[in-house]
């Protein structure tokens, strides 16, 4: 029997993971996916995580891959109208490079990601929990951590509420595409009057950008499928460089706005964490780095229960404390989603509104010039 099953191989489950494993606590990871993915995804490291790494062991590993500091370009209609600094606290990385510093280092506390593996079933009693395999296995944990994702199998096979509201309508698409010819020392920015636009963000490490658009619809107003061929008519029509052809998609996504949260967060020895305890806008780029901290958080809960000789009491305290931080989470990205998208209506304007800090909200008011002194007509 091992101490701790993790389900789900994200940022958050490989987190707890590592900080288990560096604990001495026994831990498997299993994974339903069949391999590692290579998607930007969620592409940005807040202090708070990198904390987290520091404690883990890899933060230099993931600073020596990402980048800070990269400058906002803006457009509007077509026209560069500003540059904006970037956020020198946080790190830009791609968030498949994250997670495979986190495998990179799990492996050397000696534990791999089982892949192929999906959760069918799960049954506890009072000395720990069994979760069945789709595949008839069946793995003996004292306490198991879901960590699988909005889409969550471990929050649905315990019957646990996700609270909230999704939207019909997509409000983006995304990928990661190459685009020879465009400078990628810039974020990309093009925004129009009407409120549409397309951004492109070089990726540490790679020759890709993470694009990221408002939806093509087709005639009836319906959402097209996101598409390299859709991906360049978006492009064409917001960034007007005709020289820049977008090639070799390696992810192609769509999004849309899903705000979230589970009804509790522990059912006996199951736990949630991350994305299936919680889901909200991407403003701020607060989704994998909560999870980070929610992982943090239940690592040394369950620690503290396994070698320390604390009482359930801790876990308890871990529910109620991520609970409270998954719905003023949910709140605040809110505001700072409607900032942005009310932001980019202006020109200059861009993804910065949804920072902790928005320069141009913070920048002092200008000092008034001296009044020329008035001198009589000779």
């Not at 969620?42 to 600073?63: H, Q, T, Y």
């Not at 070089?202 to 408002?214: I, K, N, R």
Request: hydrophobic share 40%.
């Amino acid at each position: 029997m091992t101490d701790v099953l993790i389900a789900g191989s994200g940022p958050t489950g490989l987190t707890l993971a590592c900080d288990l494993a560096r604990r001495g606590i026994a831990v498997r990871v299993v994974e339903q996916r069949e391999a590692p993915h290579r998607e930007s995804r969620g592409k940005g490291l807040r202090c708070s995580s990198l904390k987290v790494f520091e404690e883990l062991g890899i933060a230099e590993r993931v600073r020596a891959t990402g980048r800070t500091g990269l400058v906002l370009r803006k457009y509007f209609d077509g026209d560069h109208v500003s540059d904006t600094p970037g956020d020198d606290d946080g790190l830009l990385i791609g968030q498949w490079q994250i997670e495979e510093a986190l495998r990179d280092r799990l492996a050397e506390l000696g534990v791999r990601v089982e892949y192929g593996a999906r959760l069918a079933a799960i049954r506890q009693d009072a000395a720990g929990v069994e979760a069945e395999l789709a595949d008839g296995r069946v793995i003996r944990a004292g306490y198991l951590a879901g960590c699988d994702g909005g889409s969550s199998t471990t929050r649905k096979l315990l019957g646990i509420p996700f609270e909230g509201h999704t939207a019909q309508e997509e409000a983006m698409v995304l990928g990661d595409v190459r685009a020879p010819g465009l400078s990628r020392e810039f974020w990309h920015q093009w925004f129009t009057a009407e409120g549409g636009g397309i951004l492109l963000c070089p990726m540490p490490g790679t020759d890709s950008f993470q694009l990221q658009a408002v939806p093509e619809t087709d005639e009836r107003g319906t959402a097209r499928p996101p598409s390299l061929e859709g991906f360049q008519r978006l492009f064409d029509r917001y960034a007007r460089m005709p020289g820049i052809r977008l090639a070799d998609p390696t992810w192609l996504s769509s999004w849309r706005i899903n705000v979230r949260v589970a009804a509790r967060i522990r059912e006996g020895r199951v736990f949630l964490a991350g994305d299936a305890a919680h889901v909200h806008p991407i403003a701020g780029g607060l989704g994998m780095n909560t999870g980070i901290e929610d992982a943090a958080a239940l690592g040394r809960a369950l620690a503290a229960v396994l070698t320390g000789g604390a009482g359930a009491e801790v876990l308890e305290a871990y529910a109620a404390e991520r609970l409270a931080v998954a719905a003023a989470v949910v709140a605040d990205t809110a505001q700072r989603y409607e900032r942005v998208v009310e932001a980019v209506r202006t020109p200059g304007r861009g993804t910065e509104a949804g920072r902790d800090r928005d320069p141009y909200e913070l920048a002092p008011e200008p000092e008034p010039e001296p009044e020329a002194e008035q001198r009589p007509e000779p």
